[in-house]
């Protein structure tokens, strides 16, 4: 279980990105899976944010990944890190400035970590906007906002 002094690593390579999507937002939703480890302290690194692929359905408001591609990405990064890159979330934009999911992404990450086939018990959501992130976490006890520098749950990007 996430204690409350737990912390969401953020590394400079992974914020680049998340800015590129944040400066060239695209009238279409994108997102990909969140891949990483989870550290010694019990900290949480994100590794790797993959990118949309022609199989994934994107609207206005709306992005639903390809399961299977996502599977194999899992399953090859898994493999190459001795088991060490695992599955920590999901991400997608939001065409606002400062996004706030909808029933639909609560449910879906909801509905992840239910199904999920994983040792964690938690599952990262990370919405990108045009002004601003939304970083949550979904565990067996709900569904909370991570924070910047804030309790229960804080994030730090490493520069």
Known sequence: MIKAEKILIIPSNINTIIDAYKENLPDLESGGIILGKILPNKHILIEILTHPNKKDKRGLCFFYRDRNEAQKIINQKWEESNGEIIYLGEWHTHN?????????????????????????????LLIIGKKGNYYGIETKLGHTKIKASNNPFCYYIDV
């Open 96 to 124: 606002e400035d400062v996004p706030i999911p909808s029933n639909r992404d609560l449910q879906m990450i909801k509905n992840q970590l239910k199904t999920s086939k994983m040792e964690i018990d938690f599952l990262l």
